[in-house]
C-alpha cells in the first residue's frame, strides 16, 4: 500500500466520525444552549462550567471519564452489554461520543451566544402576531441566531476531525475500524513511515484551514457566496 | 371598546425594584396612558398585549377576561388578537418589507416567501406607500418607511384593537406632526380602538379621547 491509499481510510473514517460527532453536537449544543440562554433555574453557571469542561481538562481525563461512563464494566456500558448487546469501546461508535464531547463546548458556546444576541422584542413580535412558542422559535429566534450556531458547528467538527487523546483511549487504533486521522499519524510516527505522516499531516491541515476560514467568515457577516445580489 | 384591569406587578433587577399597580377602565375609542419614561406604560400595555404576566389582578376586553389570577386564566397573546406597534418597531430584519407585513397571516414554521403576497398585503402595502419599497429590507428605510410598515404588519390581520407603545418618538421632531396626521387619518378610517402609551403631550392633544395619567407605577386622573 503506498502513502496515499493509507492515507485515504483514516481520512474517510474521520470525515465520518466527525460528520457524526458534529450532527450529534447541533442538536445537544442547539438545545443546551437554548436552556442556558433563556431559562432561569439555580446552578445554570455551574451546568454551563461542567459542559464547558471538555475544552480546557487533558482529553486522556476525559477518556477516562468515558470509559468510567460507557466502558464494558463501566456505569452505562455494562447495561448496554447486557440488555442490548451494545458495545461502545473499540469501536467507531465510540469514536464519534468521544469526540462530540470533546467538540461540544464550541457549539454551546457560539449557540447560547447567538440565542442571547436575538433581542426579546422581536420574539415579542411574533408572538402577538399569532405565532406558538414553537413558530417564534424556528422563525424569529433561528433565522436570528444561525450565523453564529453554523459558525460554532464548523468549529467543532474541525475538532472533532483532530481529537486525539479521548479517541484513543475510547475507542483505541484498529487500522481501518478506528483509527482516525490524527490516530494514524501517531502511528505512522512511530512506526518510521515519514511518506504517510507527511501525507497525513498535509491533508488534515488543509482540511481544518477550509473549515477556519468558512467559520470566519460566518462570523464576520459576510455571505457565503459572495454578495448578496440587491 | 372597553378595557377592565387591575393588576399588580412587581419587577425585579440588580438596579431597581418598581412596582406597578393600575387599575382603570377604558372606554374611548381612542385612550392615551400618558406619564414620563418609567412609569411604567411599557409594562402596562405589555400586559395588556399578553407579553407580561402580572403577579395578580384581571384584565378584560369588551366583557371577555383575558387575564384572571384568581381564576388561573391566562389568554396567551398569540390569541388576543391585539395589534402592537413596538418603540422601536422590531421589524424582523433579515425578511423585507412584504414578508414583514405577511408574517401575521402565514401559519406553522416557515416564514413568508419573497414575493409573499394576497389580498390583504397587498391593500396595506398600498394604503400605507410601502409598495415601491416591497422588497427592501428594514435597515433599507427611512423611520417614517420603517414606522408605516410595522403599522402595515400590525394591522393586516384585522385586530380587534391596536396597542401603540410611544408611536412617534423614534422619529424625527420635524416628521412627528405629519405623522401624527396620516395616523389620526388612517385610523379614523379603519375605525380601530386604540390605546397608546406616550410622555409626549402632543399625542395627547391629537389622540386622549381619554387620558390616564400613569406616574410611578399608578394610575392617577
Redesign the interface.
Known sequence: MNAAESAWIPLALSLKVAGWATLIDLVLGVGLGLLLARGRFPGRELLDAILTLPMVLPPTVLGYYLLVLIGKRGWLGAWLYEHLGIQLIFTWQGAVIAASVVALPLVLKAARAAFEGV?P??E?????????E??VF???TL??AWRGILAGLLLSFARSLGEFGATLMVAGSIPGRTQTLSVAVYEAVQAGQDGVANVLVLITSLTCIVVLLLAGRLLSGQPLRGRAAR | MSFEVDIRKTVESPQRRFELQVRFTAQARRTVIYGPSGAGKTLTLQALAGLLRPDAGRIAFNGETLFDSGACVVVPARRRRFGYLFQDYALFPQLNVRQNVAFGLQRGWLNPRHDAGGEAVERWLAALELGPVASQLPHQLSGGQRQRTALARALVAAPRALLLDEPFSALDPGLRERTRDELDRLLAQIDIPLVMITHDPDDLRRFGEQVLHLRDGVVGD
Not at chain 1, 124 to 132: E, F, I, T
Open positions: 433581542e422584542q422581536l415579542n413580535a411574533g408572538r402577538v402576531l399569532g405565532l406558538s414553537a413558530a424556528f422563525r424569529v433565522p436570528l
